[in-house]
């Protein structure tokens, strides 16, 4: 049924192109001849559109009461992370989400070199905080602040991005997420994915793979998540 619907849907659509900007599809197609790209074209993204139709319509299951759980156990290990953090540096209270506040304790109070300046002061991005990690010749404290704060993070981007938004997503008539594929949204060629993007999530992290664990195949289809 879908493969019908989705190929008249192709047609009408290729018509309607022809009908309306012929000297645009012309020129689509001279390019595809330019760069010898025919064959990929007709023979794999064309008939690729079905497949990434009947995806999208298939959906994904989401379980729902693991990411409860892990939303929960977040929590717990974001405020435990917080709490070490302030108790390594009690001097001064000071908000681990903000940058300015988080730059003024590791360079200004405890003397950690600037390494890279913005238009709104000195920066503690990913890469300072990593240099400052391992580096032994710092404050101990600077680098064990460091190392928390990456941590934080990490951790609360996931639960934020994933783990606390990804059940909103739910559809509520098929109870599962429609991702939108999209076939030509990378320069390598891949699909990429969005709304929700599934294809971001970590995988070389345990944290990671537990929240991809949560997206469960369908029943009787061959697709992975990847």
């Not at 435990?80 to 953090?85: H, V, Y």
């Not at 938004?165 to 599962?176: G, I, M, Q």
């Amino acid at each position: 049924m879908w493969d019908d619907i989705i190929w008249w849907l192709v047609l009408i659509l290729t018509r309607t192109c022809f009908l309306l900007i012929p000297g645009l599809v012309q020129m689509f197609i001279e390019e595809l001849k330019k760069f010898d790209q025919e064959n990929l074209f007709y023979n794999v993204e064309i008939p690729l559109i079905n497949e990434i139709i009947d995806m999208q319509f298939s959906g994904i299951n989401l379980d729902i009461n693991l990411l409860e759980n892990m939303s929960n156990k977040l929590e717990i290990d974001l405020n435990e992370i917080e709490n070490t953090i302030h108790n390594i540096y009690p001097e001064k209270e000071f908000n681990l989400n903000s940058g300015k506040q988080l730059s003024e304790i590791l360079v200004e109070n405890l003397n950690a070199p600037p390494i890279k300046k913005t238009k709104t002061g000195i920066s503690v991005d990913a890469e300072v905080l990593e240099k400052y990690s391992k580096d032994k010749d710092l404050d101990e404290r600077v680098q064990q602040i460091s190392s928390g704060i990456l941590k934080y993070r990490e951790l609360a981007k996931l639960k934020s991005t994933y783990v606390d938004s990804l059940p909103s997503l739910v559809s509520k008539k098929t109870k599962k997420i429609h991702t939108t594929f999209n076939q030509i949204g990378t320069s390598t060629g891949r699909l990429s994915s969005q709304n929700p993007n599934v294809q971001n999530i970590p995988v070389r992290s345990k944290i990671g793979k537990q929240v991809r664990s949560a997206l469960k195949k369908n029943k009787f289809k061959k697709y992975k998540i990847v």
